[in-house]
């Protein structure tokens, strides 16, 4: 195999494959050092390079030509290249950039976090914790539209997206009759079936996993408790369509919701299919493993399991800590 | 009645004309024809495209009715919404404000009754304004159907109004006015 | 002394027919190329005659060349890019209209070149009636032999179609482009991989502008050398420039590049001065998105020498003090011109050509037009001004595409340059508010 490149982000370095991004050079080192990403998506062919909240600074391009690239660079779509060092937490025109970017996605977010089913594992909630400023200098009226039902399980709320395009990408790759996409641009633009629509695939609940944010949510999960009030547990089910293997999110021995298994960085380890999400809400449907530690949402994992689980607490919030 | 995806079909011409349309691109990429034929749809039947011409659209060239819609929204040249025969579009960009052409969109609308993005009630006229035409060196001006109709005044936007409103109005002929 | 390369017969009645433009040394180009020439010859030729970009960014057309993937096994492309739609520029409409054969020539002796057999004319959807006038001149050409199997029995094969845009000033940049020939929607790709390794479909792909595949065919008929030897410094050769605005004579003019600002704008042969009984305020020199200069700056550079028509002269003291040549979209405004407006609308053109994908330009440029139409009509605030340099400042760099370059630079130098201005719309905010009848001070901007 070709030989390894060798890659310094933050003052560590590391030796990855040729042709990986800057981003999963990031996530091999892990910790803080790791940018964070809203729209990059490592199992979603296409996907990245939108959000621009993973903008780094790269001083050094390559061991053979080490001359800085002149912008920041989105890292989740850069290959690295041999000898590259790159700047992130360390690097104050990042750290203004990426301000500047949690500003702007949320000059036309309605911050109803309050009202949200998304709030406490929601990205865009660390981000502008992390990011973030205090106030809003924006003082024009916000973007509007009205929830639409895509089925009868999903629900968007498009008022709350930043376009992403993780659902779409995520249908183009479940189905080969994507239903849904992008209508009309720039900040008009909106995740939209045009005409009525019902997304209809064994697996279309998979959007609301991969949404950043809460434009799409699960309908038989609407309101009925926060996130942080329900214990997630790792379940399993022989299923014909997909693995089985979910995380259960129970009260007591009710089942609140079911979702895909996700890794720290918030991505699914696996698709699994509506019928294990929605059809199956009674404890008896499941074999249940035992906690699910929840590795990246403090406000879910704190206070929730005995002693002897392996729930670190992190010193500070950052986008690649084990929790 | 509502209009179903079977109710078009192109003329003779037209579909021979998508035929070789799509023999200008590798085998497999007919798709590349999407913008040149939505705007041949747009023209045989009746200005705009609704989600049934789409779909149309979208079976002749063998993609999915999405791959049309995202692509029809995009674009500003196609309307979604039906509009009038004669559709002004005034360029509203710097060097064209720079010449007037403000003043002249607001006395087209008070002449026709509309505001901009408006229809007349008799569906003839629509007025649009939108952004820069590439005719800066002889704005204000304004694109009606096919032509570009350049170094506008008041009086020729009477002159307009009248000869476009004739029942035997075609906006793809270009007028001397 | 004026050269003529691209504008020499565009007074000849008929030269938008083959028999007139082949009648004035039309196709020798080719016939040249193509029997004397291997295509490195002709890249050869181009990258000697410093030929830059013509559509704005200015670089050099033989080194982009030289980045085509020649190594791959899939087919290579040509695209042309006619998707003319900078604010001010209404050059390659000009030459397509009264001289669409000096294009095609070029096409074919720079698809040659670059081993493209089927090339494509991408046309800004508004250009309706040019399409027409393009294949008509493509289907002569053909008739003639010069496209199609065999060309002059080179062996070379080569077809041109011409392909429409719909509304899409984004489409202009070339990865938009690309995928908007590719029937989708006009996003700019992320690069890596750049179009020279993996553009349309896939393929190696050099995307140029009209004027500047045009140009290559005064190129080879008279050689690079030659052809360097016009101009000044890194700035070779002639450019059309479109001028509008403020001025007495309107229009596309072929100037030698280093031709002085003074010149360009007061001559008879050009400009022929500002309109009567006023005088010249500010000078967008290369089209909308370059930075906005007062006039003093603009006749004359920070150290009070005479500014040029190049490259350099045009952008020097960078953006403190200089603008760029940009597409040659020349716009001159006098006294009467109210910078805040002038700037708003322009914001407005930004956020409409916006394609939303990343979040600074999807967000920053409406951000931007919202705040400017406040202050235009009299509701903004003084702390509006340096917080609309700060978001042009958030949005420029950090976007996928240069758009938001594009829509960050003319806010960010009109308050470099005309504060006051800016600061009169407050202070003065009755006053604004009387002489603007538009009043909206929750203000959203027009659907599509």
């Known amino acids: 195999m070709s030989q390894l490149f060798k890659i310094t982000i933050d003052g560590e370095t590391t030796e990855v494959a040729p042709g990986t991004t800057i981003l999963n050079a990031a996530r091999q080192i892990g910790g803080s050092l790791v940018p964070p990403a809203m729209c990059y998506y490592s199992k979603l062919k296409g996907s990245g390079g939108k959000c621009r909240t993973c903008l780094v600074e790269v001083s050094q391009g390559s061991e053979k030509d080490p001359r800085p690239m002149p912008k920041l660079v989105a890292s989740c779509s850069t290959p690295i290249m041999d000898g590259m060092v790159v700047k992130n937490l360390t690097s104050p025109k990042v750290l203004e950039a990426r301000k500047g970017v949690v500003e702007f996605l949320l000059i036309n977010h309605p911050l109803d976090c309050p009202v949200c089913d998304q709030a406490g594992e929601c990205h865009l909630q660390d981000l502008s914790y992390e990011h973030g400023a205090a106030r809003s200098r924006y003082e024009e009226e916000r973007r509007k539209f009205d929830r639409i039902d895509i089925g009868d399980k999903i629900q968007l709320h498009m008022t709350r997206c930043i376009l992403c395009y993780r659902c779409v990408f995520t249908a183009d790759q479940i189905t080969d009759k994507r239903v849904h996409g992008i209508m009309f641009r720039g900040d008009k633009a909106e995740i939209s079936t045009y005409i009525e629509n019902v997304i209809d695939n064994d697996f279309s609940g998979n959007v609301i996993d991969v949404c950043p944010v809460g434009a799409l949510t699960d309908k038989t999960f609407r309101f009925k408790s926060r996130v942080w009030f329900v214990k997630p547990m790792e379940a399993h089910r022989d299923c014909p369509k997909c693995s089985g293997k979910t995380v259960a999110w129970l009260s007591g021995d009710e089942v609140y919701r079911i979702t895909g298994r996700k890794d720290k960085y918030g991505e699914l380890e696996e698709w699994i299919c509506n019928d294990c999400r929605f059809e199956h809400k009674k404890i008896s449907d499941w074999v249940i493993d035992g906690p699910r530690a929840i590795e990246r949402h403090s406000v879910i994992s704190l ?21 | ?167 035997d109005f075609d906006p793809f002929k270009k007028y001397s006015i | ?70 190594k791959s096994s899939n087919p290579r492309y040509l695209v042309c890019n006619a998707d003319e739609s900078e604010p001010g520029t209404f050059k390659d409409r000009y030459l397509m209209e009264k001289n669409p054969h000096i294009l095609i020539e070029g096409l074919i002796l720079s698809s040659y070149s670059l081993g493209s057999n089927s090339t494509y004319i991408y046309i800004r959807g508004e250009y309706k009636w040019i399409v027409g006038i393009l294949e008509k001149a493509i289907a002569e050409a053909k008739n003639a032999g010069f496209l199609g199997k065999n060309i002059l029995g080179s062996g070379f094969n080569l077809e041109i179609y011409v392909n429409n845009g719909a509304g899409a000033y984004i489409c202009g940049e070339e990865t938009a482009l690309i995928e908007s020939l590719e029937g989708k929607r006009g996003n700019p790709r992320i690069k890596p991989p750049f179009p020279a390794i993996s553009g349309l479909y896939n393929c190696p792909t050099v995307v140029n502008n009209v004027e500047t595949l045009a140009t290559v065919t005064p190129i080879i008929n008279m050689g690079g050398d030659e052809y360097a030897k016009l101009g000044i410094g890194k700035s070779t050769g002639t ?79 960078g953006f403190a003090t200089g603008t760029m040549l940009g597409s040659g979209g020349f716009i001159a405004m006098d006294e009467t011109t109210c910078i805040v407006h002038n700037t708003w609308t322009l914001a407005r053109f930004y956020h409409h050509e916006s394609c939303g994908q990343c979040s600074p330009c999807r967000e920053g440029t409406g951000w931007m037009e919202k705040v400017l139409h406040r202050l235009e009509f009299g509701h903004g605030h003084m702390h509006d001004i340096d917080l609309l340099v700060e978001i042009a400042g958030k949005i420029e760099g950090n976007t996928i595409c240069p758009l938001g370059d594009a829509a960050a630079w003319p806010v960010a130098a009109a308050i470099r340059h005309f504060r006051d201005e800016f600061e009169y719309h407050v202070t003065h905010a009755s006053k604004v508010k009387d002489s603007r009848k538009a009043h909206l001070p929750n203000y959203k901007t027009a659907t599509v």
């Open chain 3, 239 to 317: 450019k059309l420039i479109s001028a509008c605005g403020h001025i007495n004579r309107p229009g596309v003019y072929e100037i030698d590049l280093g031709l002085p600002v003074d010149e360009f704008l007061n001559s008879d042969e050009y400009c022929g001065g500002i309109r009567k009984g006023h005088e010249l305020k500010a000078v967008i020199a290369g089209g909308s998105s370059v930075p906005i200069l007062p006039a003093e700056l603009f006749m004359k550079n920070a150290a009070g020498e005479a500014r040029l028509m190049s490259y350099e002269s045009l952008s020097d003291g």
């Open chain 1, 303 to 323: 206070n929730k399991y005995e002693k002897g689980i392996k729930v670190e607490t992190p010193k500070k919030i950052g986008y690649g800590n084990t929790r």
């Open chain 3, 1 to 70: 002394m004026a050269t003529k390369l691209l504008l020499e017969h565009i007074n000849v009645p008929g030269i938008e027919t083959y028999d007139v433009y082949r009648s004035k040394g039309g196709y020798r180009a080719v016939e040249k190329a193509l029997k004397t020439m291997s295509p490195d010859d002709v890249m050869e030729e181009v990258k000697k005659s410093g030929l830059r970009g013509r559509g704005g960014a200015g670089f050099p057309t033989g080194m982009k060349w030289s980045f085509l993937d020649r």
């Open chain 2, 1 to 167: 009645m509502e209009q179903t995806q079977h109710q078009f079909q192109f003329s003779e011409k037209s579909l021979k004309k998508v035929q070789e349309m799509k023999t200008r691109y590798p085998e497999g990429k007919q798709k590349s024809a999407l913008l040149p034929v939505l705007h041949m749809a747009q023209d045989e039947f009746g200005g705009w495209l609704s989600a049934p011409l789409m779909d149309y659209v979208a079976s002749l060239l063998d993609i999915t009715p999405i791959e049309v819609y995202e692509v029809a929204s995009f674009y500003s040249m196609y309307n979604l919404k039906p509009v009038g025969k004669c559709m002004f579009e005034f360029c509203q960009t710097g060097p064209c404000c720079l010449n007037g052409v403000e003043e002249l969109i607001e006395y087209t609308e008070g002449k026709l009754g509309i505001k901009v993005n408006q229809t007349t009630a008799d569906g003839k006229y629509t007025i649009k304004a939108v952004e820069c035409m590439g005719s800066c060196g002889s704005a204000p001006m304004a694109q009606i159907g096919t032509y570009y109709y350049e170094n506008l005044t008041k009086e020729k936007i009477d002159k307009i109004i009248e000869v476009f409103g004739q029942p």
